[in-house]
């Protein structure tokens, strides 16, 4: 199935792809859908006009891998890690398949294109069977990142939880129809000029592994999000260095998933308004 | 005013202090409170028996800064620095003022004693000024730390989100009753020995300070918490370095606000469980 939360002229509702149209699932989206388990409830009438919004826009907990591709990991000059790499983003970090990014305050916003797993049933100190067997489905994210403020300390958090700055969607694919851990082509794209290409078959830490670390410490519930990593090709390791640009178009896709495609919308607004400089 | 989520024999209900007793607000605890104006309602009848339990269970977000005292900067090998460094836990992390902290997985469990900082009115790129106006009251915090899976990567969220190991409470004190600008006294005893001392006044950066700083990137909403991180004297940073052990009674006290007295129930579950290893 391709799940989608879907806008609609009264609001948004939880829908499931069919063809061309989307049929409505009774939840307002996918968020509700996955917690109360109506993902996977007969499909209703098709909604007209339906347009893929924000999928998961409530998730409880966003964790994010750094450091999870051969490629990134020797581009930012380490070693291959004995352990995942994790942090945390809010769920108002995330924002629209389609969403302008409305970005400012730093010079240098990169791009980091992700395949990110939903969490389809709760995991407590899973194996990787269980943690397998827990996913709910497949999504495409982009974890854009303020280089600067992600340099600014040792911890990366405040470079990477930018409200609306992390797109997700467009959909939500189960796993029946999809297969990341057989290899799905990660790809990133400005101006259709591509920047990032590699294949889920060579993460360090594939989706289980990540499910089951994660839940080693903190449970995780349905419609939860972990994204998993970014490929080499990221602005920053790049001789000279590059940024995203204002009028840009980021495009993030999954083979077999979807496409992100946002517009970078980008000011310094240092005339208005000052980041706290609190030394 | 001093307030606390009270357990009631029908379950929880906000309330405020009056002298010996608890007196009920409308709200089923202090997240409920915050979010909805009603810890300033008119109280209510006095509850029996009321113990003070979490008081904000549901925080939509938890922010924490570390490396914020100078002694506990300079323990750690580290200069001042001109940023907070800042990382997350989810509302999942917390647990009561006098619960049991189950700890396993790690032998190098270690304290932090906090002052932490309820929000109080929504907050989005702040001055200092504004920043500590919408503060919404003081309460206490042990950021439990287990330091091997901190050290395991770059990032120290693995070793400081374990579900129910940092406890908060017992109150949330209003800005009106104490000040931590001027100074209350932080401090850490483990079995009635204290281990960290120092004094609010000291910090880095104030709660102003961090409450402006991260509403640059997120909002805050009222019932967040930022934690702002500990004093000098942790386990890890001793020579010979000292861990939490089985049995003990870890008392997190700020001065003016209240005690959080915690036995620690520590465990290695080897034998039935093994954290996963992935790589």
Same mark, same amino acid.
């Given at each position: 199935?391709?799940?989608?939360?879907?806008?609609?002229?009264?609001?948004?509702?939880?829908?499931?792809?069919?063809?061309?149209?989307? &049929?409505?699932?009774?939840?307002?989206?996918?968020?509700?859908?996955?917690?109360?388990?109506?993902?996977?409830?007969?499909?209703?009438?098709?909604?007209?006009?339906?347009?893929?919004?924000?999928?998961?826009?409530?998730?409880?907990?966003?964790?994010?891998?750094?450091?999870?591709?051969?490629?990134?990991?020797?581009?930012?000059?380490?070693?291959?890690?004995?352990?995942?790499?994790?942090?945390?983003?809010?769920?108002?970090?995330?924002?629209?398949?389609?969403?302008?990014?409305?970005?400012?305050?730093?010079?240098?916003?990169?791009?980091?294109?992700?395949?990110?797993?939903?969490?389809?049933?709760?995991?407590? &100190?899973?194996?990787?069977?269980?943690?397998?067997?827990?996913?709910?489905?497949?999504?495409?994210?982009?974890?854009?990142?303020?280089?600067?403020?992600?340099? &600014?300390?040792?911890?990366?958090?405040?470079?990477?939880?930018?409200?609306?700055?992390?797109?997700?969607?467009?959909?939500?694919?189960?796993?029946?129809?999809?297969?990341?851990?057989?290899?799905?082509?990660?790809?990133?794209?400005?101006?259709?000029?591509?920047?990032?290409?590699?294949?889920?078959?060579?993460?360090?830490?594939?989706?289980?592994?990540?499910?089951?670390?994660?839940?080693?410490?903190?449970?995780? &519930?349905?419609?939860?999000?972990?994204?998993?990593?970014?490929?080499?090709?990221?602005?920053?390791?790049?001789?000279?260095?590059?940024?995203?640009?204002?009028?840009?178009?980021?495009?993030?896709?999954?083979?077999?998933?979807?496409?992100?495609?946002?517009?970078?919308?980008?000011?310094?607004?240092?005339?208005?308004?000052?980041?706290?400089?609190?030394?």
């Amino acid at each position: 199935m391709r799940l989608a939360t879907v806008s609609t002229p009264t609001g948004t509702t939880a829908a499931v792809q069919d063809g061309e149209d989307w &049929r409505a699932l009774p939840a307002r989206d996918l968020s509700a859908a996955f917690a109360d388990g109506s993902w996977a409830a007969a499909p209703g009438a098709v909604v007209p006009g339906a347009v893929p919004v924000l999928p998961l826009p409530r998730p409880g907990k966003v964790v994010c891998c750094g450091l999870n591709y051969g490629e990134h990991i020797r581009e930012t000059g380490r070693e291959l890690p004995a352990h995942p790499t994790l942090f945390a983003k809010f769920a108002d970090t995330l924002t629209g398949p389609t969403d302008d990014l409305r970005l400012d305050a730093s010079a240098q916003w990169d791009w980091e294109a992700e395949l990110a797993v939903v969490v389809g049933t709760p995991l407590h &100190r899973a194996d990787r069977a269980a943690a397998r067997a827990a996913i709910g489905g497949w999504t495409v994210a982009n974890d854009l990142s303020a280089r600067d403020w992600q340099r &600014r300390t040792l911890q990366w958090f405040q470079g990477k939880a930018w409200d609306a700055t992390t797109p997700l969607g467009p959909v939500v694919v189960t796993p029946d129809e999809v297969d990341p851990f057989a290899g799905l082509a990660v790809s990133c794209r400005i101006d259709g000029v591509e920047v990032q290409r590699d294949s889920t078959a060579t993460l360090v830490f594939d989706a289980a592994d990540l499910l089951a670390y994660v839940s080693t410490f903190t449970v995780l &519930r349905p419609g939860d999000l972990v994204l998993t990593g970014t490929p080499g090709g990221v602005g920053m390791a790049r001789d000279p260095q590059r940024w995203l640009a204002d009028g840009e178009v980021l495009e993030t896709e999954v083979e077999g998933i979807g496409t992100l495609r946002n517009t970078i919308r980008l000011t310094q607004e240092e005339s208005s308004w000052t980041p706290a400089t609190t030394a």
